[in-house]
């Protein structure tokens, strides 16, 4: 968004900016009553890894310091984007309070295998969280909440979370004939998401009991801002937000503009490669951590954080 023409206005949503930032740190767990626990840090320089299987993909989980219990997040990979495309953002959002599980899901779609993100990933993930919970030696062991597992996808994998948050098993995402998604999903943020119906126009989500956001970069070139701004519609329920980053391309949220193996983005992105992976991190974090009842992070998703992001543009409902 641009710069605000009302000074006093820009001022209040900076301090309270600030506070919000003061206060993820050093709140107490049980300020945020059973629902998410506050995080151990904002910065990847605070969150560990390893190296696990979940079924039976390679996987990276990164965790944030403490011995608070925290959600799990599954990333949904997009097609043929290696997993380690999304070190930094993973890390960021683990910061913010999530054991962030990134792991590499290849099969074959048709005649094509490759790295292919699926909907029953999901279903798999949550039987993880609970097994790993108490698996001896796992670094994060005792401290998973199984019970609240969140959502994290891009491009080919949001789609395949957007079916799944609508109990949908869409081709190729899904290979029926059924899908339901697990009851421990809360909620979800997808980037450069689009559900493309057959002869055009978009697939409408019921996600009633699933917070939605889109995060979708202002100069997607191979998931349009249309197409995206469409998808956001065709959510069924509140809470769910739209929110633009300026100056973005469909991998501003990777490492690199060209992760090995990728469809490049013809549409060049202007906003600076770690600038666009800490933005759509921060919002991605915060969203889901206001989908679990932070009411800090609330206040920053659907008050004041647009007010003091120059480089988004935010709508939502609550």
Not at 219 to 241: E, M, Q, V
Request: charged share 15%.
């Amino acid at each position: 968004m641009a710069p605000s023409t009302r000074p006093a206005h820009r001022l209040r949503a900076v301090l309270a900016a600030v506070a919000l930032a003061a206060g993820a740190v050093t709140a107490p767990t049980a300020a945020l009553a059973d629902d998410v626990a506050a995080p151990a840090a904002t910065s990847p320089g605070w969150v560990g890894r390893y190296e696990t299987r979940i079924g039976d993909d390679p996987a990276t989980v990164y965790y944030p310091a403490g011995r608070q219990s925290v959600p799990v997040a599954l990333l949904l990979q997009g097609a043929n984007v290696p997993g380690a495309s999304y070190d930094r953002f993973a890390g960021i959002v683990a910061g913010f309070g999530f054991a962030v599980a990134v792991p590499d899901h290849r099969r074959a779609v048709g005649p094509v295998s490759g790295l292919f993100p699926e909907q029953l990933q999901i279903n798999t993930a949550a039987a993880w969280a609970e097994a790993e919970n108490s698996r001896e030696g796992s670094p994060v062991a005792g401290r998973l909440d199984a019970g609240r597992l969140v959502l994290l996808g891009h491009s080919f994998g949001a789609a395949a979370g957007l079916f799944a948050v609508g109990n949908t098993c869409t081709v190729p995402f899904c290979s029926g004939p059924v899908y339901r998604r697990p009851a421990s999903l809360r909620a979800a943020v997808f980037h450069g998401a689009g559900t493309a119906a057959p002869g055009g126009g978009t697939v409408p989500i019921d996600n009633t009991g699933v917070p939605v956001a889109l995060v979708q970069g202002g100069l997607d070139g191979i998931n349009p801002p249309t197409t995206a701004r469409a998808t956001y519609d065709g959510l069924g329920a509140a809470p769910k937000a739209f929110v633009t980053l300026t100056g973005a391309n469909h991998y501003g949220l990777t490492g690199t503009q060209s992760p090995p193996g990728a469809l490049p983005d013809p549409s060049p992105q202007t906003l600076p490669q770690d600038k666009s992976i800490d933005a759509t991190a921060r919002w991605s974090a915060l969203f889901l951590r206001a989908s679990l009842g932070d009411p800090l992070a609330a206040a920053y998703v659907y008050g004041f954080g647009d007010a003091s992001d120059d480089d988004v543009t935010v709508i939502s409902q609550r």
